[in-house]
């Protein structure tokens, strides 16, 4: 297997046509990576047509953002949003070079996912991964053609974060790793190899962070304590910060698959579950400025 290390462009695919299954907030903000980086056409596609016709709104959106800050011309905003089309018709992905998938993390329906859009694209076609800490390779478990699926892991916000995870399987090919390199280079991303293991490498250091803090405030810790415990660290965002960003059902999945996999090492937070359940921690104002931590919050780890 190629060591980890620079692509070979020679064997790299060339990526006319993209495709993203999945129209959720990760994968809306990584269609517009694509649309406005590669310069070719997205197809985006959901469960429904609602969750299509939302995920297209938002990148019309974002790229109306871009064209109120001065960062693109009118021109290259009606160029972006024609590129970027949404259907609920699998056989719209024959012509992707290029498929990336970010639905729930749940295996059994990535793999069908995979299974199912296996029928419809090339033989050619690489499929790529956004999951945040499954097996890549027991995702691919369904497929005909293991050795084109690699993982592809962006962070939140995808627009300012500079890194991405591309996830060697034992089962990926040279021309599958070199095309997930060469694209990620294209997207104005630094792109590292990793390994098919639990959390790669950001969510297993950030699971420990995470799980770490939850555990304190499982184990009777508050809140602010651990909020007020962690700002020395200087980092942009404290943990609970972070848990909400990522959305807490991620989080609250990034735990329990870090759990399941190393038991002795990481916790899982049943607290987490009920607070993803709630859907915030903090109570923000209307600019979306944390005013405390939500007292809902608060009542469900006091139990
Ligand atoms: N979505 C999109 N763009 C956002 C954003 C968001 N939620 N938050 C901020 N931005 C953009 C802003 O629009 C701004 O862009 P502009 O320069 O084009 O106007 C830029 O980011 C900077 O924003 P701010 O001035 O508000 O900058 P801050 O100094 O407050 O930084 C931050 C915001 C970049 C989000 C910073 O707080 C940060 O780096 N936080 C940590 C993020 C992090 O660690 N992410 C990784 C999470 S792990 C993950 O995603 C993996 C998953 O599998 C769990």
């Avoid at 129209?23 to 469960?47: E, K, N």
């Avoid at 962070?155 to 021309?175: G, Q, R, S, W, Y």
């Avoid at 390994?195 to 250091?205: A, E, H, Q, S, Y």
Wanted: with cysteine; aromatic share 6%; proline share 4%.
């Amino acid at each position: 297997k190629r060591p980890a290390g620079a692509p070979d462009k020679a064997i790299a695919r060339k990526v006319t046509k993209v495709g993203i299954i999945g129209a959720g907030l990760m994968a809306s903000q990584f269609a517009l990576l694509f649309v406005r980086r590669l310069q070719v056409p997205v197809v985006i596609t959901d469960l429904d047509q609602g969750r299509v016709d939302k995920g297209v709104a938002g990148i019309r959106a974002e790229i109306d953002a871009l064209l109120g800050k001065g960062r693109i011309s009118r021109d290259e905003s009606n160029r972006l949003k024609a590129l970027v089309t949404g259907t609920t018709d699998k056989a719209d992905f024959a012509d992707c070079d290029w498929v990336i998938e970010a639905i729930f993390e749940e295996l059994a329906a990535k793999q069908d996912v995979f299974a199912e859009i296996e029928k419809y694209v090339t033989a050619e076609t690489v499929l790529a991964t956004n999951t945040s800490s499954l097996s890549v390779e027991q995702i691919g478990a369904k497929l005909a053609n293991p050795e084109r699926l690699v993982g592809f892991h962006f962070f939140n916000p995808v627009a300012v974060m500079p890194l991405i995870e591309v996830v060697n399987t034992p089962k990926t090919n040279d021309e599958t790793l070199s095309t997930a390199m060469v694209t990620a280079a294209k997207l104005r991303k630094n792109a590292v190899i990793t390994k098919d293991t639990p959390g790669f490498v950001v969510n297993r250091i950030l699971a420990k962070v995470l799980g770490e803090a939850m555990h304190a405030v499982d184990t009777g810790t508050p809140f602010e304590v651990v909020e007020q415990s962690t700002k020395p660290f200087g980092l942009p965002m404290t943990p609970f910060e972070l848990l909400e960003l990522v959305g807490l059902k991620v989080g609250a999945h990034v735990l329990d698959t870090h759990h399941a996999a190393f038991p002795d090492r990481f916790f899982d937070s049943a607290n987490l579950h009920r607070l993803a359940e709630l859907g915030h921690i903090f109570e923000r104002d209307s600019k979306g400025k944390i005013k405390g931590v939500d007292k809902k919050a608060l009542e469900i780890v006091k139990g």
